[in-house]
């Protein structure tokens, strides 16, 4: 499917830590689906919305490696830039997280992640995690399926 095709009509995008990783590595092998849905993003009125589980997730690399400008890249990026609404975890994003995790048996990072997006009005979800694709509340993207 199309990039353009997959974020038609969609005001709010869940951004999980894969995509914003690739974009901001320069993954060789997404950057093209990756450059065309921030593109998206940037010009389709397209709100990204994210939480501190990515910004948890995407600081773990550049922390092991002791990258200070690739930690202050992802924090501007994910909680200081106009591109997205970082959304803080509270006790109704916990509670959905537990029903998420029950329902479908997922790990609680997952579990907060798909919360965080229901809680947060996203229409859908983009990662790279084809399983979570069963969960049926919100339509989840994978960058892997999707072309420029």
């Avoid at 690739?70 to 830039?81: D, G, N, S, W």
């Avoid at 609404?85 to 798909?114: G, H, N, S």
């Amino acid at each position: 499917m199309k990039v353009r095709d997959a974020l038609r009509g969609l005001s709010r995008l869940f951004l999980d830590s894969a995509p914003v990783i690739y974009y901001i590595d320069g993954n060789s092998e997404y950057l093209s689906v990756m450059d065309s849905i921030f593109e998206s993003l940037n010009s389709e009125q397209i709100r990204a919305v994210t939480s501190p589980v990515t910004l948890a997730e995407c600081l773990v690399l550049p922390i092991r490696q002791n990258d200070l400008e690739k930690q202050r890249v992802f924090v501007e990026i994910l909680t200081a830039l106009e591109l997205a609404d970082f959304v803080k975890t509270d006790a109704a994003i916990a509670q959905r997280a537990a029903e998420i995790r029950v329902r479908y048996q997922l790990k609680l990072p997952d579990a907060l992640q798909l919360a965080t997006a229901l809680v947060s009005n996203c229409e859908a979800f983009l990662t790279n995690d084809g399983q979570l694709k069963r969960v049926a509340e919100l339509r989840v993207l994978v960058i892997g399926e999707l072309e420029p």
